[in-house]
């Protein structure tokens, strides 16, 4: 077994060496040339070595709960799926496994008897089996192409994986974006590549079931337009599906539809008149909803001319008596986003405040043009869900996004997390080494977070890798070629720092490339828009969930220090606390309560409900404008409530331990640390 692995190993750096000497020509079937390019990423991308040993770390259960959580309503459509897909192939020693979009495993379905082998395998919930981690496999190759793939036996990267047969197709949300994997695996794999053709056929149906269930629940406020060229088919997973807003503009589209029409990418539909695609107005649809909207009718593919069968349903919305604000399910704004705020340019920018819609303006004329970008805004502003919407819009988007906040690094440990380290290179080292963030991101984006508080040692390193475009990991005298593409984010002023000498000029420059800004949420023209898509967000698209006219209108006025996240972390709460789905103004936090909020806005609102604590009476503050007294009396409050425990407050705000310092500062607040 020993020399089986060292003969893999060998064969896989011999077989890049030839693909590297262009010999590719020698490839003949499709799955090799793919095979191949794979473990050349494997080998030279992600320097991964295919003899090495040991299981790579587990996510414990915490994180595991939280990745799951992230998939929204994904993830108990799937986990229904998993049952139906694994029924069909029980007792053949085959798990289905599902994985988020990093690779990592979140579900598995097998056969108890063979739970041991699958753990053996490193085939666990929990266990990372991106490419970057484990080298080519079902799993982290069909996220690295975002397609379906079969990687049998001897295909896998790792000698230590040549037994394992995986099949896996790609589950992407109404955007196109991926969201996780399906995958069906066998650890002991002793049947041809051949009979794996069943296998992913499977498996890809299966992850169109999950799209399509997870589209109509996506869209269930919005006109769904079926349609096949055969009338049997309009109702199956295969159907191409769009969803259409009241004026027949197409909001999304699903793979098939894509498919039907010849097109790449969503994009090339969205925000397009249904009109250019089946000559159907919008009227027309609304006619045909209120006439038969269960009967399929013909209508034409203006581009191809060929005909096809439809079906529409109408929109599913439910409006409870006296509130004011539903109806969002599948908000354009939030309606897919997790909590990593996976949203696209588009929908940020649809119908968005001014300075928003320019800066997604800004954005994607350089994404392109390997010009660095600096994200300015407050705290919570959403400058990392800015970052990672440019980096999915961009050419960049299948390689690795990789985020470092420079702040909340330890100063002693930043250095071999951006850099890496080789083996041996200090005590407590890994055995491996580490290849650092910087590496891990080439050929991606390097998010750098809090940039304004990177330590002065490190801005000279990271200078130097800009400029040379190669990094020097600790310990090791060779350095290492990088493609590196930098988005920075600060809340502080970049050139006041630079004028103060605490950041270089020069790095200053070079991380620069343009700035653009994100409005604070109290300053945003479209502070209604974000309030109603935060709650369609946080309440998972549930339609029967609702504001009343005092509750929204307390939100409307209030000054979000924490913005988008406070906003966000607020509504949770009062869902979690409302009666019968309708947020009321007891269910607010009390601090939003008791801010003082100028008159004219507030005490309309407020005198429609007497729940309502008044605003008059709850400030102590000293600070100079009322926002700042609101904000400081808030801080005093939580500090109070947390026993003065900075990273309990920290969270219960929803802010970093780094803004929460900075505010303490600001209003001369002494925590005794
Ligand atoms: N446009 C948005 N759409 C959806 N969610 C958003 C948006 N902007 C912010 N959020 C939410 O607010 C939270 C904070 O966003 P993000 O981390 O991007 O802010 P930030 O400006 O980078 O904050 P910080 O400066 O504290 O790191 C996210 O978890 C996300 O849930």
Not at 89 to 116: F, H, K, M, Q
Request: aromatic residues 6%.
């Amino acid at each position: 077994m020993q020399s089986g692995n060292h003969a893999h190993a060998r064969r896989v750096e011999e077989s890049v060496r030839r693909w590297s000497a262009h010999s590719a020509t020698r490839v003949i079937r499709p799955e090799d040339v793919r095979v191949a390019i794979s473990w050349r990423r494997s080998l030279i991308n992600h320097s991964l070595d295919p003899g090495r040993s040991g299981i790579e770390i587990v996510l414990d259960e915490a994180h595991l709960r939280r990745r799951r959580e992230r998939l929204g309503e994904l993830y108990p459509i799937a986990e229904a799926e998993m049952e139906n897909l694994y029924r069909h192939i029980t007792g053949s020693g085959y798990s289905v496994l599902l994985t988020d979009a990093e690779g990592y495993i979140l579900n598995r379905l097998g056969d108890p008897g063979l739970e041991e082998d699958f753990e053996r395998a490193g085939l666990w919930p929990g266990a990372d089996w991106s490419e970057s981690t484990v080298g080519t496999n079902g799993i982290g190759t069909c996220i690295a192409e975002s397609r379906a793939v079969t990687i049998h036996r001897d295909e896998h990267f790792l000698s230590r994986n040549t037994n394992l047969s995986c099949s896996a197709a790609p589950i992407r949300d109404p955007h196109g974006r991926l969201l996780a994997v399906l995958d069906v695996s066998s650890a002991h794999a002793d049947d041809t590549r051949e009979s794996q053709l069943h296998t992913i056929a499977l498996v890809r149906t299966s992850a169109r079931i999950i799209e399509s269930i997870y589209f109509l629940n996506s869209f269930r406020d919005q006109f769904i337009l079926r349609f096949h060229e055969r009338a049997s088919m309009v109702d199956l997973p295969h159907a191409g599906m769009l969803a259409i807003d009241g004026e027949g503009g197409i909001l999304a589209i699903n793979d098939s539809a894509r498919e039907q029409f010849g097109i790449q990418c969503s994009e090339a539909a969205i925000n397009t008149p249904v009109e250019e695609f089946f000559g159907i107005t919008g009227t027309s649809l609304h006619e045909q909803a209120s006439i038969q909207s269960d009967i399929l009718w013909r209508i034409r593919d203006v581009r191809s001319g060929k005909q096809v069968f439809a079906s529409l349903r109408r929109p599913l919305v439910k409006n409870p008596a006296g509130a004011v604000s539903q109806s969002v399910a599948g908000s354009p704004l939030f309606g897919e986003c997790g909590e990593a705020g996976e949203l696209t340019l588009d929908l940020m920018a649809r119908n968005a405040d001014p300075k928003v819609v320019q800066s997604v303006r800004c954005a994607r004329r350089v994404m392109d043009r390997n010009v660095p970008i600096v994200l300015c805004g407050e705290t919570g502003t959403g400058k990392e869900v800015l970052a990672r919407a440019i980096h999915n819009a961009s050419l960049r988007q299948r390689h690795p996004f990789v985020a470092v906040n420079c702040a909340s690094i330890p100063e002693s440990l930043i250095e071999s997390e951006l850099f890496g380290y080789r083996h041996g290179a200090f005590t407590g080292a890994k055995r491996e080494g580490m290849r650092g963030k910087v590496l891990e991101s080439s050929g991606g984006t390097l998010f750098l977070d809090e940039i304004g508080d990177m330590p002065p040692e490190l801005q000279t390193r990271l200078l130097r890798v800009l400029e040379q475009k190669e990094v020097l990991p600790l310990g090791s005298e060779a350095p290492v070629p990088v493609e590196l593409n930098v988005i920075s984010a600060t809340h502080r002023q970049l050139p006041r720092l630079v004028q103060d000498g605490i950041f270089r000029e020069d790095l200053y420059y070079r991380l620069n490339g343009i700035t653009l800004s994100l409005p604070a949420l109290r300053e945003r023209e479209d502070k209604d828009r974000v309030i109603r898509a935060a709650l369609a967000a946080e309440s998972g698209g549930n339609e029967e969930v609702a504001i009343d006219e005092a509750a929204f209108q307390r939100l409307l006025h209030y000054p979000w220090p924490g913005n988008v996240r406070q906003l966000r972390n607020c509504l949770r709460t009062a869902l979690a606390l409302c009666d019968g789905g309708i947020i009321r103004l007891r269910d607010l936090p009390q601090d939003i309560l008791e801010a003082d909020i100028p008159p004219a806005s507030g005490t309309t609102a407020d005198a429609l409900d007497p729940t309502v604590h008044n605003p008059a009476e709850a400030s102590t503050s000293t600070a100079g404008s009322p926002l700042e007294a609101a904000e400081k009396d808030t801080l005093l409050r939580e500090l109070q409530q947390h026993r003065w425990n900075i990273t309990r407050t920290a969270a219960s705000l929803g802010v970093s331990r780094n803004t929460l310092y900075r505010k303490l500062n600001k209003y001369g607040i002494d925590t005794g640390h």
